[in-house]
């Protein structure tokens, strides 16, 4: 069983930023590509960015030089920085993982299998 917490989360202002965690257990964890999704109120997840187990990353076009993806395999732990941040981020940011790699760019939530339980991005104007 593979358990994913994700970390982080809160209320900001337009402009600021936030930086997202997410652990993920289990031996395997670099074998695994690793994403964020996020879903505002009334809208379907979408996929914010991905990293896959060779380091290659994706970003939606919507965060594409704001946010960025990074993992750290001896912590089991993947982090979405985001920067710059304006009301459309906000959202419930979901952390997810899949072994082997990704195809879909950005990130389709039928690739990955493994998901956290969310956490919230508030963004005020």
């Known amino acids: 069983q593979v358990h994913l917490a994700e970390s982080g989360g809160g209320s900001v202002q337009a402009g600021g930023r936030l930086r997202l965690s997410c652990v993920v257990s289990?031996?395997?964890?670099?074998?695994?590509?690793l994403a964020w999704f996020r879903q505002a109120p009334g809208n379907e997840r979408e996929g914010v960015a991905a990293?896959?187990?060779?380091?290659?990353?994706d970003f939606a076009d919507s965060v594409q030089g704001r946010f960025t993806i990074s993992r750290d395999n001896a912590k089991n732990t993947v982090y979405l920085q985001m920067n710059n941040l304006t009301p459309d981020d906000t959202g419930v940011y979901y952390c997810a993982a899949a072994n082997g790699h990704y195809t879909v760019e950005p990130p389709d939530e039928a690739e990955f299998r493994f998901w956290g339980q969310g956490t919230q991005v508030t963004v005020s104007s």
């Open positions: 289990g031996n395997t964890y670099s074998r695994y590509c």
């Open positions: 990293i896959d187990n060779d380091g290659s990353t």
